[in-house]
């Protein structure tokens, strides 16, 4: 029995490609607590939370009926269980594709030539409301893992599966036809819990908290000391959040600064500021940014 004390909770994937991304975003939020896989319940000490380690395919349901106030799960789980459940804000990892696809040597070419053939997959709910849409009559050929094998066992036409880097279904000689769905990890909440009053408020705290710590991912924070007179020039190569802060040093005539710059850019970026005429610069990680 799950105890209802106020407290929020929030479900992740006990064991799985979620969990360590979950608990590293939790964890970037400021929330201390030991996880251990083994035990439902992971108390957090400095916020009003309780982290529930649960299946994955179960999640969507157990954030639908209150178990759980908030989960993270991939979306896909949400879609296929069909769940009544609010997204609140996609969190940038466990990326993937719900993809059909076909055996290289097939002569199928385009969605409309599914039409009277066999798809296997683990997406059942997802299929059939893609085949109605597209008012295609195909045979829904459910099964519960290993699915890339079904063309090769003469079970299946095409299949309909999960893809994010495609090597699997290289090795098992498959071609992708169509995405019926782009997918990433989500966070999502009791539709009730979310109009109710107390947990509405932690909710909130904590939503504050993820989207500063999803700005913050992939950046870094640059300082640099540079001749007043360089500033114009230094301020075209920086790409900044908004206007770079500019601060007066004692020594007259000189500046320092201060600018956000993205992860992937700062190498190129600094080079270049450094034969514009800045000295002195430091580039430091952000842990998050309140906008
Ligand atoms: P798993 O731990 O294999 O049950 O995967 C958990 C979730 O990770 C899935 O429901 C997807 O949302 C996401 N995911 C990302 N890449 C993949 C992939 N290559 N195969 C399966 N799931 C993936």
Redesign the pocket.
Known sequence: MIANNGRLKIAI?K?????EDSISLLRACGLEFEFQKQSLYSPCRNFDLDVLALR??DIPEYVQDAVADLGI?????VREKRAQVEIVTKLGY???RLTISVPQRSTIRSVSQLNRKRIATTYPSTLKQFLRARRLKAEVIELSGSVELAPTLDVADAIC?????GT?SRVNGLRPLHVVLS???VLIANRQTLKKSAKKLLIERLAIRISGSLQARGKRYMMMNAPLTAVPRLKRIIPSLKSPTVVPLAEEGMVALHSVVAEDVFWDVMERLKKAGASDIIVVPIETIIT
């Open positions: 994937q064991s799985g490609r979620l969990t994955d395919d799960v991939g979306e896909n789980i466990g990326h993937c599966d999960i893809v994010s880097t699997t997918s990433e990890a």
